[in-house]
């Protein structure tokens, strides 16, 4: 898989060039709030500042995040009404849908499938967190015959899963309760929403009231300990605020999942991008390593290296398998 094929460049950019100036506009003037540590609570250390929104790491966990935090009444604005969110919703996604579903949605599908397989969970309840366009709902359909519960608060994203009948709870997480949720064993998951949460460790908590002992939460996010975000950095078109505020890795999330009482039962990397994604930013590249490898490795190398990335933990996508004990 290429970037390309589910990021074009050209709508990307502009994207983030929209991205860039609503920054400006919907957190410019806004009141910030100072936190520690997302995963393990200890004091950050200053990294860089990108598009007024300042990043640290953590010195014991190698976390990378937001702070301070514009408040989250902010981030609902921005997400409700401003124009890179709109063209995210209408342009990128129209034009990006149809590759997007072909080479992330059907395998994810089936990925999620065996994953609930291997931890004898096949018979649960699917229920999908931000289901956005129900893309993975469908698909799951398709290969499976049961479409998942959608738990998606976005009025407009909502109409689009009920034209495409998939069950829609229409709320934020935090209002969701256990009686708008069927009976008996469930899987939640999330895809790409975790690096998004304005606070983790309250979504995490939040969802451990709404799940049963036995019950599974897969999700996948952004790890920030993956080559192409550590080999570009700052420059990293994936560290962009105001979306990507967290960028845990294997090792904190652990700890993350530790402190809400979460049993951790396996975090990935099954990434395919971080190698294409530096050889797209070359310039970009902070490392002699990498910008001598980008320049020379045969092909054949470059999926060599993707794939032990990805097989040992270093990929920048990064898949979470956790269950309530
Ligand atoms: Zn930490």
Known sequence: MKEEEIRPQRIFDEYLRLAKQDTGTYFGEVEKVSGACPACETVGEHAFVKYGFTYETCPNCHSLYVNPRPVAE??????????????????????TAEARREKLWKPKARLIRDTMAKYAAAHHTLIDIGGGFGLFAEEIRNLFGQAPIVIEPGPHLAVVCREKSLPVIQKFLE???PDDLPKGPKTFVSFELFEHLHDPAAFLHQLNGLMATGDLFIFTTLSGSGVDIQALWEDSKSV??????????????ALLLERLGFQNLAV???GKLDIDI???NHAAIKDRF??????????????AWQEMIASTGWSSHMMVVCRKP
Do not use: M
């Open 175 to 177: 209002h969701v309760t």
């Open 268 to 270: 990935t990397t099954p």
């Open 290 to 303: 990498w910008q001598t490898f980008v320049a020379t490795a045969t092909d054949a190398e470059k999926a």
């Open 74 to 95: 902010a981030f609902s604005k921005y997400y409700t009404e401003s124009p890179s969110s709109q063209f995210w919703a209408t342009t990128f996604y129209k034009e």
């Open 240 to 253: 962009t605020p105001p979306h990507h505020l967290n960028f845990l890795n294997p090792r904190s999330v």
């Open 278 to 280: 530096l050889v797209n």
